[in-house]
């Protein structure tokens, strides 16, 4: 089982923090629109800057572990890290209100109200866009992580 672990710990880890990054993303998102009533595009932006941040801590610390913690570092990190999230970002906040428009989450409304489920948060304005986009999104995040932002990380000295 320890090998197993040793095997596959980071894409353990990612899955679960990326899950915990899902979780962040869209309660925030439920939070901005049906809380505060904000437009979908909005709350989306802004859900997605809560999920980038929480994202980058997780990411370095637990999944990539990221040791060094000097200036230069940190910064080409992030930098790096919110450039990639900025292009998956485009994408989720492009699409999720693209797809909504087309009806996309209608078909999932239809299919609660027949079934006589009314939890409100289920008909929130683009959820169902958004759960589609956040699986590409996840996938592409990992890719660009692992094969440009913390490549190689393991290796270096943690005085770095």
Do not use: Q
């Amino acid at each position: 089982m320890k090998n197993l672990w040793n095997k596959y710990k980071e894409i353990i880890t990612y899955v679960v923090f990326g899950v915990l990054t899902t979780v962040v993303s869209w309660g925030s998102y439920a939070v901005f629109v049906n809380i505060l009533s904000m437009k979908v595009f909005l709350g989306n932006l802004l859900s997605w800057v809560c999920a980038v941040a929480f994202a980058y801590i997780t990411n370095k610390l637990w999944v990539f572990e990221s040791k060094s913690w000097k200036p230069s570092v940190i910064g080409k990190e992030i930098v790096s890290f919110v450039a990639a999230r900025g292009i998956t970002g485009v994408i989720e906040i492009v699409c999720v209100p693209l797809l909504a428009k087309t009806g996309f989450d209608s078909v999932f409304y239809n299919v609660l109200e027949r079934m006589n489920i009314t939890l409100g948060i289920l008909f929130t304005d683009g959820i169902y866009s958004k759960i589609v986009l956040a699986v590409i999104v996840v996938i592409l995040n990992y890719f660009l992580s692992k094969f440009l932002i913390f490549k190689n990380k393991k290796t270096k000295k943690s005085n770095d």
